[in-house]
């Protein structure tokens, strides 16, 4: 099975701030890598498909790079509704999907 | 409008088999570029897939718990219902049914329902 490993697993950063998170595949996975975001409560949401595909009501400040093994979500100005837990995806092995460990992002 | 909505027990005794269902709208569940997906969260844990049905009735399971596990739907009631045997307080969880979509050759769950907590003890 494909394993997804994310970090840092939890960061503080502060409104405006532009934060990175990292998701690593244990084998090539081409670009077939979603990001959703959970906050407290609530079911994930969708942000990014195909690694970089914005999906459509999301805000452009988040944005995905990445093939193969390393892939990166990027906040580009972090806001107070950003705040919230991060999971990767990978669907190469799709419907066998494995998410990745998850990021919480925390106010500093 | 998609929705997706799972319903279910919300205690259920250790060995006891839990049968879940999720009634959606907005979509057929014959639809080819869609399929609907079981996936489940332990309280402060990482989200985890368990099983997954397309429009031609094809299923996959997770391989850590596909013995226990069944997956099905009734297009008629547009409902896909998920059966765990013999569950462990360490199936407490809460358990989301989300609507995979194709977006050409990718894919992503672009609806999710609410969520049902089910926790396990005696």
């Known amino acids: 099975a494909i394993q997804m490993t994310q970090s840092p697993s939890s960061l503080s950063a502060s409104v405006g701030d532009r934060v990175t998170i990292t998701c690593r595949a244990s084998?090539?996975?081409?670009?077939?890598l979603g990001w959703y975001q959970q906050k407290p409560g609530k079911a994930p949401k969708l942000l990014i498909y195909a690694a970089s595909s914005l999906q459509s009501g999301v805000p452009s400040r988040f944005s995905g790079s990445g093939s193969g093994t390393d892939f990166t979500l990027t906040i580009s100005s972090l806001q107070p509704e950003d705040f919230a837990t991060y999971y990767c995806?990978?669907?190469?092995?799709?419907?066998?999907?494995?998410f990745g460990g998850g990021t919480k992002v925390e106010i500093k | 409008q998609v929705t997706l909505k799972e319903s279910g027990p919300v205690l259920v005794k250790p060995t006891e088999t839990l049968t879940l269902t999720c009634t959606v709208s907005g979509f057929s569940l014959s639809n080819a570029r869609m399929g609907v997906s079981w996936i489940r969260q332990p309280p402060g844990k990482a989200l985890e897939w368990l099983a997954h049905?397309?429009?031609?009735?094809?299923?996959s399971y997770s391989t850590s718990l596909k013995s226990r596990l069944t997956i099905s739907k009734d297009t008629s009631k547009s409902q896909v219902v998920l059966t765990m045997t013999n569950m462990d307080p360490v199936d407490t969880a809460t358990y989301y049914c989300a609507r995979i979509v194709h977006y050409g050759y990718a894919v992503g769950f672009d609806y999710w329902g609410q969520g049902t907590l089910v926790t396990v003890s005696s």
């Open positions: 084998q090539g996975i081409r670009n077939d």
């Open positions: 049905i397309f429009s031609n009735d094809e299923k």
């Open positions: 995806l990978q669907d190469y092995n799709y419907p066998q999907v494995t």
